[in-house]
């Protein structure tokens, strides 16, 4: 007998060396480095990054707004309710969980998060890149212990814009060995 989904693995990501920690280190010392001479030598520049970060500050204000309209007229759902927008003999429960867990980062606004829908489209209702996505394939396969080698013979490739399409797109992954 399978095991439930309620169970499924935690992500386990790979240990980062010595070596990757001080490189990253470096670079973020050299991008601060650079910035801060860049203010000190043109101090106009300090206006336009403060428009900047005024405007990003904005744009996640209104994100978040956004996301609580979407959760009060879900008051109701759950991941259940997700769970139940597919065929549960056709796609892997593991992956359906996986899924659901994984994008509740992006759903988040203070005070909670937005329920999900497998008809929500990434970039219209969430405003996630779908390249963000990929990231994110490594590590539901690893959760659900599917493979990520050879995505372009997947028959969803190129084609994951709905939660809905990602579940499938991972559903038709290959199973790893182990």
Same mark, same amino acid.
């Given at each position: 007998?399978?095991?439930?989904?309620?169970? !499924?693995?935690?992500?386990?990501?790979?240990?980062?060396?010595?070596?990757?920690?001080?490189?990253?280190?470096?670079?973020?010392?050299?991008?601060?480095?650079?910035?801060?001479?860049?203010?000190?030598?043109?101090?106009?520049?300090?206006? !336009?990054?403060?428009?900047?970060?005024?405007?990003?500050?904005?744009?996640?204000?209104?994100?978040? +707004?956004?996301?609580?309209?979407?959760?009060?007229?879900?008051?109701?759902?759950?991941?259940?309710?997700?769970?139940?927008?597919?065929?549960?003999?056709?796609?892997?429960?593991?992956?359906?969980?996986?899924?659901?867990?994984?994008?509740?980062?992006?759903?988040?606004?203070?005070?909670?998060?937005?329920?999900? +829908?497998?008809?929500?489209?990434?970039?219209?209702?969430?405003?996630?890149?779908?390249?963000?996505?990929?990231? !994110?394939?490594?590590?539901?396969?690893?959760?659900?212990? +599917?493979?990520?080698?050879?995505?372009?013979?997947?028959?969803?490739?190129?084609?994951?814009?709905?939660?809905?399409?990602?579940?499938?797109?991972?559903?038709?992954?290959?199973?790893?060995?182990?």
């Amino acid at each position: 007998m399978k095991t439930p989904s309620r169970f !499924l693995p935690a992500y386990v990501p790979e240990p980062v060396t010595n070596r990757e920690k001080v490189l990253g280190h470096g670079f973020v010392l050299l991008i601060v480095g650079g910035l801060g001479y860049w203010i000190w030598s043109q101090p106009g520049i300090l206006a !336009l990054l403060a428009g900047m970060v005024c405007f990003g500050g904005f744009l996640h204000w209104q994100h978040n +707004r956004d996301l609580q309209k979407l959760a009060a007229l879900r008051t109701t759902e759950s991941i259940c309710t997700f769970a139940r927008g597919f065929d549960r003999k056709a796609v892997d429960t593991w992956i359906i969980r996986a899924v659901y867990e994984e994008l509740q980062a992006y759903v988040k606004y203070p005070g909670g998060s937005c329920p999900i +829908r497998a008809a929500d489209r990434f970039e219209k209702d969430f405003h996630v890149d779908p390249e963000e996505m990929e990231e !994110l394939l490594p590590v539901i396969a690893q959760r659900t212990g +599917r493979s990520t080698d050879d995505t372009e013979s997947n028959p969803y490739f190129g084609k994951v814009s709905t939660i809905g399409d990602l579940v499938h797109f991972i559903n038709c992954q290959p199973r790893t060995s182990t």
